[in-house]
């Protein structure tokens, strides 16, 4: 069973750096799937922030692309996001997710972690 | 950069079928998926490459799509199936949300 578990602060101050982790369990992070990030601010839809491989090979959403950095420990089986420079847009739930390759679907997804921007 | 849009709302009748519809440029020629979210919850697709049904759900759930639209539908609604659905698409290596619908079950 495939799971996937997100941590790290909930809170986060303007201009400052989000980091989570995501660890998997059930699943090694070297198998050929992309691993996932996607956040849904108060109330919104689901936006896509990137994803990444475990060779590093990594796509990030055009939109946040000069803000996100994406990595991964596989001495850990966990992989990670950076935010940079975050405002109070960039509040919302983080989730991780694991996705079939080929264009494919998020199949298994953390439960999902709040972050909050705020001073 | 490419987009997807979905009615905000659907009603359906218990027992009745709901349609929600995904429209994007040609999507027709694209892998569309389908997610069901529970407030609360973290999104479970229902439909995987269009029209495939992943492990576990319901034979009531199925997909379509052609041309300028992709067609999510719900035979025969249940009160568990109130949710918000989300279609997803790839563009140059990018994935792509729908907007998101909210469908109520009366």
């Known amino acids: 069973q495939v799971q996937l578990q997100e941590s790290g602060p909930g809170l986060v101050k303007p201009s400052g750096t989000l980091s989570l982790i995501c660890t998997v369990s059930g699943d090694s992070i070297t198998t050929p799937y992309w691993w996932n990030w996607v956040r849904q601010s108060p109330g919104k839809g689901l936006e896509w922030i990137g994803e990444i491989l475990h060779s590093g090979g990594a796509n990030y959403n055009p939109s946040l692309k000069s803000r996100v950095i994406m990595s991964v420990d596989k001495s850990k089986n966990q992989f990670s996001l950076e935010l940079n420079s975050v405002t109070s847009a960039d509040t919302a739930v983080y989730y991780c997710?694991?996705?079939?390759?080929?264009?494919?679907?998020?199949?298994?997804w953390g439960p999902g972690t709040l972050v909050t921007v705020s001073s | 950069s490419y987009e997807l849009t979905q009615p905000l709302s659907v009603s359906v009748v218990l027992g009745q079928t709901a349609r929600i519809s995904c429209g994007g440029n040609?999507?027709?020629?694209?892998?569309v998926h389908w997610y069901q979210q529970k407030p609360g919850q973290a999104p479970v697709v229902v439909i995987d490459r269009g029209s495939n049904r992943p492990s576990g759900i319901p034979e009531r759930f199925s997909g379509s799509n052609s041309g300028n639209t992709a067609t999510l539908t719900i035979s025969r609604a249940q009160a568990g199936d109130e949710a918000d659905y989300y279609c997803?698409?790839?563009?140059?290596?990018?994935?792509?949300f729908g907007t998101g619908t909210k469908v109520t079950v009366l």
């Open positions: 040609n999507i027709g020629s694209k892998d």
């Open positions: 997803q698409v790839w563009d140059s290596n990018t994935a792509v």
């Open positions: 997710a694991r996705w079939d390759g080929n264009n494919g679907a998020g199949h298994y």
